[in-house]
């Protein structure tokens, strides 16, 4: 990852503040962006001599988005990687769930990524090279109740890295859609917490998730599913759905309580 000029959307926290630091051990360039302007200069400071370069914003809005690219430009002189990591994790009884925050979440996980990519693809084309890489979910691929919104959102960017990487198959741009199980951070509510010990779910420690991440975009995986038995799970929800419809009713059953206690 030597000398990529790399924007990494989300950078403030989560995954995606573990991934700074390794890309930046790795020598790579970066353009740090979040909405939290605090926990974003935190994390820069936390790269040691690294030079990275910030900017606090929205990545909802088109002057955000914008104003991401420009910096990049600018500070990077140009952009060789997008890293869509900027991501929220509403968990709860669907019926109950606030429809402002349904549509929150449908907005920061598919829909933002997906316009950044636009904002920075012409770059990329022009110098006909260059990666996006979409971090999606398992549950972009297993619809998991209690999480449909979430769900919904993971589906759509999966879906969309497909569909581009298709699209972009004649052309020096690659697309790249890594999806981890779930990670052990701040994104995660207590209730959540509360009802991943009550039915036993696997979960995996940031740094470890985003060095899977770092090695995923390293090798230009297309596709590349973390943890088992989640990626087997993966494949066969895709060819035998009722199967597993089957084998998680009894996790949701476990789970509704914690999910009725969400906002």
């Known amino acids: 990852m030597r000398g990529k000029r790399i924007i990494l959307t989300g950078a403030a926290g989560g995954i995606a503040a573990h991934l700074a630091r390794l890309l930046a051990a790795e020598g790579a360039r970066l353009c740090l962006t979040d909405i939290n302007e605090q926990a974003l200069e935190e994390v820069r400071q936390a790269l040691l001599e690294v030079d990275a370069a910030t900017i606090a914003a929205d990545i909802t809005s088109a002057e ?126 207590p209730q959540v917490y509360a009802m991943a010990k009550a039915v036993n779910m696997k979960m995996d420690e940031p740094d470890a998730v985003a060095e899977q991440i770092v090695k995923a975009v390293r090798k230009g995986k297309k596709e590349r599913y973390l943890g088992f038995p989640e990626s087997l799970f993966v494949r066969i929800n895709a060819v035998l759905p009722g199967l597993v419809d089957g084998a998680v009713r009894g996790q949701n059953r476990k789970a509704h309580k914690h999910a009725e206690k969400s906002g």
């Open 64 to 189: 955000g988005r914008q104003s991401i690219v420009d910096e990049a430009l600018q500070k990077l002189g140009g952009i060789d990687v997008l890293i869509n990591a900027a991501g929220i994790n509403p968990f709860g009884v669907f019926a109950n769930q606030d429809p402002d925050m349904i549509e929150k979440t449908l907005e920061i996980n598919a829909i933002a990524p997906i316009l950044m990519t636009r904002a920075v693809l012409p770059v990329m084309l022009e110098q006909d090279s260059g990666q996006i890489v979409n971090i999606g979910s398992t549950f972009g691929s297993i619809g998991f109740a209690w999480f449909s919104a979430y769900s919904a959102s993971k589906y759509a960017l999966r879906g969309f890295s497909q569909a581009l990487r298709r699209e972009l198959a004649e052309t020096g741009v690659a697309v790249s859609y890594v999806a981890p199980r779930a990670v052990r951070t701040a994104i995660n509510s």
